[in-house]
Each structure stands twice: as C-alpha cells, then as structure tokens.
C-alpha cells in the first residue's frame, strides 16, 4: 500500500480523496493554484504545493508542476479524481516515466477506450448492444452521408467528449454543417481533439450508468445501476440508485453483462459503463468513463462499499475481496449536485445532518467562488429504505441545507424533488426541456 499520495484535484473531490486517505492511514499531498491557496483542501491534506495561476491551464493541468510536486513530496502515486487530468494517457504515462502510480487505468487502456467510437465497435463484440452510429469522421460530407444512412434525427459527439460537450442533436440534413462546425471547434477547445462521431438518437430514453470495479488479478464486480436523467443541457442535476425504471430481472442481465464486457476488454479500476434506456426497457450502449464519476458516492450510499478507497488499493495491486454475490441493493439513495449561479463569498453555511445524510462540500466560510472553475459546491446524498423515504430525507435535507453569500440552485432542486414527473419516477431525459 502507498504511504504518501499526491490529489491532483481541487473542490469537493479533493477533498473526499483526503478523507479516504486519512481513514486508509496514507498522508497527503494537496497542489493548488493561486485562486485555491486558502481552499479546504489545502487545510486538510498534509504537505501542500502551488502549482500555478489561477487559471486551470496552468495549474491543474500543468502536468510537469504536479509531477515536480510528487517526487520533491516523496509521494509514491498521483490521484486524479474527476475531470482535469482524470482521463489524460499522457499524463498516466508521465507518472510511470518518473516512477508516480496514476490511480486509474494504465496509460494503454485509456487510449484504447477513451475514442467512443472506437469503443462502441470493441464493446459491440461482448454481448452488449451499441447505439448504431460512426467511427470517427473526417469532413462534413462523410457526416451526411451517415445521417442519411442511419436516418434522421442523430446525435453529433465528440470522440473524447465528456460532461457534455462536443454534443449536438441534428435533426434534418439542413442542421448538419453548422452543427458539425460547432461540434468540432467545441471538442477542439475542451479536450484538444475535434474528432467527431454520429449515432442514431434514441428517443424517448433515460440514462443509465453502471458502476464497475475490477482489479488486476481478472475480479470484477457490478455496484448496481444509477439514473442520471435528470439533466440539463448534458448535465447532470440528480442522480438516484437503484433507477425507478429497472426492474430486478433487466438489472441482474444488465450487470452481468456488464462484468462480463469489463473482462472482456481486460479493464482494471473504477469505470462506468453509459446507456440509454429506452420505453422498451432496451439497453443501448453509449460510452465507458474510465474514471471516478461525480456521482460515485450514491452507489457508495446504497452499497456501503467505498468506490474511492477501492480505486487506491486496486491500483496498490490489491485484490477486491469480495464477490458479486456480496453486494447488496436493498433500499434507495438520491444525490442532488448544488451548484453555484454566480460568484460570491460564503457568509453563513449550514448542513444537514442526521442518520444516511451526506454533503461533500469543499465550502467553509469565507470561500470565494470564482469564474476560473466548475461551479459544483456539493452534493447532497441521502439514503433510505425505500424510494419514498428517500425522497422525503431530499427534501427535508435540502430545506435545512443554507449556503448564504453565494446563490444557489437549492430551491431548483426542491421543485424537481417534488414534482410529480420525478416522484412518479417517470420521468426521462426529456425533464428539463431536453429534446
């Protein structure tokens, strides 16, 4: 096991990979940038590094300042979190170069999985069913070719997309050359790659993740499946485990398949495999995550089995060790993702409190937020025995919850907790407007 790891991270998520460690008896190496120099994080973690400006791009994403940090800390291996340098080979490869573990995949399999269309071709020879769609496009005019092919309306994505950018939906051949445009010059300026795919557009469907673990010695395990279709504009609102629309028969197919494919493609660490539901209780598959997603921590509520600490000793070269005929997904656990409006500086924070009531947060009083960076404050999990419990600890949990000084979406995330679409729990990606 390591001794010292470095969190190439900020917000909320550095500071759930320090608690993980502090509890694993691991010390800490925090970096931050000018604007995070009195972040929580910061406080917590016990060596600390700027890194940079407050700029991400030379900062978080400085990839030789983080790497000078490790080795001048005597760290033994890099966390990435989410986002930032979380999917970056180059980076996983400079941590092996300089004698760093990057916790996550290895270098050769985030390559081999992060272009999706590629992906979608290797997971269609598993057993899983793909959404029809493209390889990689070269010009616009091979992009109207395969519209015309797969037929209107189709989704427009970036091959190395993720949080929703480089996506546009196409829905007659006249939207097609100013979509593809945007698409790529968006890709080109998120991810440094503006390859672009086409896929047929499933409509109407929810999105459906899957939570995996695996480790080298060929273990995998399924955390059960998580409903992110509460979203808007391809972001994510509310997550909940397990999703209203699944009943126990599709779950137990869906994530044996899923192990089953994990295998297949010989992936080791914590991933999420994306699908599109759709009314016929079809499951379409659409992307892999070859990381910690934000939402982790509601299966962590539902399951009891910390994802972050799993993902450090899988890459420690520790066996899971347990089965997945030991996993349990009794009961219901919802998370609602608090994000900030505007820029501000917290005055006054309260949070809620009670048995199977989580907030990560990175706030404490007097933090400023500012434009350099997600707007994501915390997330708000709770868990009960069934959904309607669960639904009511949300909305209790969520009047109680005050952040004073920054504006908040909170009154938004009551409205939809206690919208009849959602209690119902028939609702789709449609939700919020979503076409």
């Known amino acids: 096991m390591f001794s010292k790891i470095l969190v190439a991270n900020r917000g909320e998520i550095a500071v759930r990979i320090i608690r993980a460690c502090k509890?694993?008896?691991?010390?800490?190496?925090?970096?931050?940038?000018?604007?995070?120099?009195?972040?929580?994080?910061?406080?917590?973690?016990?060596?600390?590094?700027?890194?940079?400006?407050?700029?991400?791009?030379?900062?978080?994403?400085?990839?030789?300042?983080?790497?000078?940090?490790?080795?001048?800390?005597?760290?033994?291996?890099?966390?990435?979190?989410?986002?930032?340098?979380?999917?970056?080979?180059?980076?996983?490869?400079?941590?092996?170069?300089?004698?760093?573990?990057?916790?996550?995949?290895?270098?050769?399999?985030?390559?081999?999985?992060?272009?999706?269309a590629a992906l979608k071709e290797l997971i269609s020879n598993t057993g899983l069913t793909v959404i029809?769609?493209?390889?990689?496009?070269?010009s616009v005019e091979e992009a109207k070719k395969a519209a015309d092919e797969i037929g209107y309306p189709v989704m427009l994505k970036a091959c190395a997309g993720g949080g929703g950018r480089g996506i546009r939906l196409i829905r007659t051949p006249d939207d097609l050359e100013d979509a593809y445009l945007q698409a790529t010059s968006e890709a080109i300026a998120a991810f440094g790659d503006g390859s672009v795919y086409i896929e047929k557009y499933i409509f109407p469907a929810r999105h459906v993740e899957l939570q995996v673990l695996a480790d080298e010695h060929g273990n995998a395990v399924c955390l059960g499946d998580r409903d992110c279709s509460l979203q808007r504009r391809n972001q994510k609102l509310i997550e909940e485990t397990p999703s209203p629309?699944?009943?126990?028969?599709?779950?137990?197919?869906?994530?044996?398949?899923?192990?089953?494919?994990?295998?297949?493609?010989?992936?080791?660490?914590?991933?999420?495999?994306?699908?599109?539901?759709?009314?016929?209780?079809?499951?379409?598959?659409?992307?892999?995550?070859?990381?910690?997603?934000?939402?982790?921590?509601?299966?962590?509520?539902l399951t009891g089995i910390d994802i972050v600490k799993w993902q450090i000793r899988i890459a420690a070269g520790i066996p899971l060790n347990f089965t997945q005929k030991d996993i349990r997904l009794d009961g219901s656990a919802i998370e609602c993702r608090i994000n900030a409006q505007s820029c501000g500086t917290l005055e006054m924070l309260h949070v809620p409190g009670g048995p199977s009531v989580r907030f990560d947060t990175c706030l404490i009083e007097g933090t400023t937020v500012s434009p350099y960076y997600d707007s994501l404050l915390g997330k708000l999990i709770v868990f009960a025995h069934t959904r309607e419990e669960a639904l009511?600890?949300?909305?209790?949990?969520?009047?109680?919850?005050?952040?004073?000084?920054?504006?908040?979406?909170?009154?938004?995330?009551?409205?939809?907790?206690?919208?009849?679409?959602?209690?119902?729990?028939?609702?789709?990606?449609t939700f919020m407007g979503n076409r």
């Open 132 to 138: 029809p769609g493209t390889k990689a496009l070269s």
């Open 245 to 301: 629309a699944v009943n126990s028969e599709q779950r137990e197919k869906i994530m044996a398949l899923a192990v089953d494919a994990v295998k297949k493609i010989g992936y080791v660490g914590a991933g999420t495999l994306e699908f599109l539901l759709d009314r016929d209780g079809n499951f379409w598959f659409m992307e892999m995550n070859v990381r910690l997603q934000v939402e982790h921590c509601v299966t962590e509520m």
């Open 23 to 116: 509890e694993m008896g691991v010390s800490t190496v925090a970096v931050y940038s000018e604007a995070d120099r009195n972040a929580l994080h910061v406080a917590l973690a016990d060596q600390s590094y700027c890194i940079g400006g407050s700029e991400a791009s030379s900062s978080y994403l400085n990839e030789n300042q983080i790497i000078s940090a490790a080795i001048l800390a005597g760290a033994q291996a890099i966390h990435p979190g989410y986002g930032f340098l979380s999917e970056n080979a180059h980076f996983a490869r400079l941590c092996r170069k300089n004698g760093l573990v990057f916790i996550g995949p290895q270098p050769e399999s985030m390559e081999r999985l992060s272009d999706k």
């Open 392 to 429: 009511r600890k949300a909305r209790a949990s969520l009047c109680e919850l005050v952040i004073r000084g920054i504006p908040t979406n909170i009154e938004e995330q009551l409205r939809i907790i206690e919208d009849e679409r959602f209690t119902s729990g028939g609702y789709d990606l």
